[in-house]
Structures are given as structure tokens and as C-alpha cells.
């Protein structure tokens, strides 16, 4: 692939399996990862599945995982758990069995409820293109713009035509939803992850639309685009909350310090963080970027 002129990264140890990553012309991301090691390198072949195992690169996210994830039932513990049970005798007056019900069980573990927020807020997200049947009828009937893919044939440089396409088409959506629902722009968040990123950029930074609240940027960096460029003198107040990972294979980790030196600069109240993640939302992010969404509409 390198030889015709792609763009491949190395290989990746990912543990369980190696990898390399690389995009096609529209941008796609593809993987292709060998079938070795396995998932046996770190538990019984007999014993997979029976507990949470994760990568050496997640190590610092379990205690939170095990927080959060919903508990599964192991159909192959459940079985040798209930053979057990059937096999065990059952005294007179001792927990197990009873008329007409199933084996007795710990008991069912409570439902977390998520905490309300203490002021209500609206969700509204644009639609990209259709990667499925019925998305587009989908997000036609939930009022969602259709914005056109941006081309990416330079990280960094997004393609003209297909860049003031999505600028044009984000810019009706959010001037439709914002009369519609009687929101202004001073009470709304623009956000994104990697293209979704640079288009909250575009639409944030633009002279031309007004200033938002706040710009929430995952994995992502302030285009350069013939024609454009970002204006921070015009929006006093103006912040953002950036993240960006070390192993980013796509955009790496340099697009999102320059943002941030970039937008500090230019007198932007800026909440930086980094981690060992790759191109994705790092879980561990989320905490940090939900409190800051709170206190960047808490000000109006």
C-alpha cells in the first residue's frame, strides 16, 4: 500500500492482536489485524469471557469500566454453576430450591440511575451521510440537515469545494434550529470528534457566524482552507475544551497542541488533555468534558 502510494502507519501491538491502519480517498478508516496472539495469552482458553480483561493501553480505565459496564451472565459459567446446584443436596430449612421457582441466586443487582442535570438541555446533532438502509429517511423525519462528507487528502487541509459544502449546509441547520427552537448561539456548544472537530472549528472560529457558547473538540485540528481563517479577536468569552491522544495514528497528537496554543493565543479560555489513546474518545475524558459543558452554558 505504501508502495502505490498510501498512506499506512506501523504496526500496532494492540495485545490480543497486531494492527495497521489506513484511510482510502473518502476518508474511511480500515484495520487489518492478524488473528495471533489470541485472546488465550492472558486467561485460560477454558475460562474466556469470565472476567473483564483489557489491553495494557486501557489499564488505567478499569476501575472505571467496571463501574460502568452493564454485568452479562457467561452462558457457559451459568450452566456449570447450575449443574452444581442440581448435584448439591438440599436439606430441610437450607436456601435453594423452592416450589415452583427457580434455583435461588444472589440477588439482582441494582440499577444505577443516571443523575438528572440540574438544568435541561437540548441535544441536536446534524445528519452525515447515509451508511445505512433507512438512515437517511431517519434523519429526514427527525428534522436533521444532511451534510456532505468532507475530503480529507491532506491531514490538515480539508478539500475546498467539499469543506465549504459542509460549512454551507451546518451553517442552515444550526440558523434553522436555532429559530425553531428560540436557543441562540451564546447557549449552544458546538462539538465534534476528528471531522466533526474541525467543523466546530470552521463554524466557531468563522467571522461570518456568530459565537457559540463553547467549542467541545475531540481528536481533531483548526483547518486550513484557502480563503478561510479563524478569528478569536471578534469573540471575547469564547471557550474550548480539547483532547487529544498520543497514539493517534490519523491526527496526531501535534494538531491538537497547536490548536490549543493556537486558540490560547488568540485569548480563548482553553481546557486542554491529553492521554495514551488513539483515535477515539478516550473514556476517561468524558467526566471533565460533561462538567465543562455545565459551566460553559452555566454562565448565560
Do not use: C
Not at 482510502?24 to 492478524?34: D, K, S, V, W
Not at 486542554?272 to 477515539?280: G, L, N, W
Amino acid at each position: 500500500m505504501r508502495e502505490a502510494g498510501g498512506f499506512v502507519t506501523d504496526v500496532r501491538d494492540r495485545d490480543y492482536f497486531d494492527a495497521i491502519y489506513f484511510r482510502e480517498p473518502r476518508g474511511i478508516l480500515f484495520e487489518i489485524a492478524t488473528l495471533s496472539p489470541g485472546f488465550a495469552v492472558d486467561e485460560e482458553p477454558g475460562h474466556l469471557g469470565e472476567s473483564l480483561r483489557v489491553p495494557k493501553m486501557h489499564a488505567h480505565l478499569r476501575d472505571r469500566l467496571e463501574q460502568t459496564l452493564t454485568p452479562v451472565t457467561n452462558p457457559r459459567v451459568a450452566r456449570r454453576e447450575g449443574a452444581a446446584r442440581r448435584e448439591r443436596p438440599h436439606l430441610p430449612g437450607a436456601p435453594g430450591r423452592r416450589p415452583g421457582r427457580g434455583a435461588a441466586g444472589p440477588p439482582p443487582r441494582p440499577r444505577r440511575r443516571r443523575a438528572r442535570p440540574a438544568v435541561a438541555r437540548r441535544h441536536a446533532r446534524p445528519g452525515a451521510p447515509a451508511a445505512r438502509r433507512g438512515a437517511a429517511r431517519a434523519a429526514r423525519a427527525a428534522g436533521l440537515a444532511r451534510v456532505p462528507l468532507v475530503r480529507r487528502p491532506q491531514v490538515g487541509r480539508p478539500d475546498p469545494d467539499t469543506w465549504h459544502a459542509a460549512f454551507a449546509a451546518l451553517s442552515a441547520f444550526h440558523d434553522e434550529l436555532w429559530e425553531r427552537t428560540g436557543l441562540g448561539p451564546e447557549r449552544t456548544v458546538l462539538g465534534g470528534f476528528s471531522m466533526g472537530t474541525v467543523m466546530s472549528y470552521s463554524l466557531g472560529l468563522d467571522a461570518s457566524r456568530p459565537a457559540p457558547a463553547g467549542i467541545l473538540a475531540f481528536s481533531g485540528f483548526v483547518p486550513v482552507v484557502e480563503g478561510w481563517a479563524p478569528s478569536f479577536a471578534d469573540r471575547p468569552g469564547l471557550r474550548a475544551f480539547i483532547t487529544h491522544g498520543r497514539r493517534d495514528p490519523i491526527m496526531e497528537v501535534g494538531f491538537g497542541r497547536r490548536a490549543s496554543e493556537e486558540a490560547e493565543a488568540g485569548g480563548l479560555a482553553v481546557e486542554y488533555h491529553e492521554s495514551d489513546a488513539a483515535h477515539h474518545i478516550d473514556p476517561a475524558h468524558i467526566p471533565a468534558a460533561v462538567d465543562w459543558v455545565g459551566s460553559a452554558l452555566a454562565r448565560i
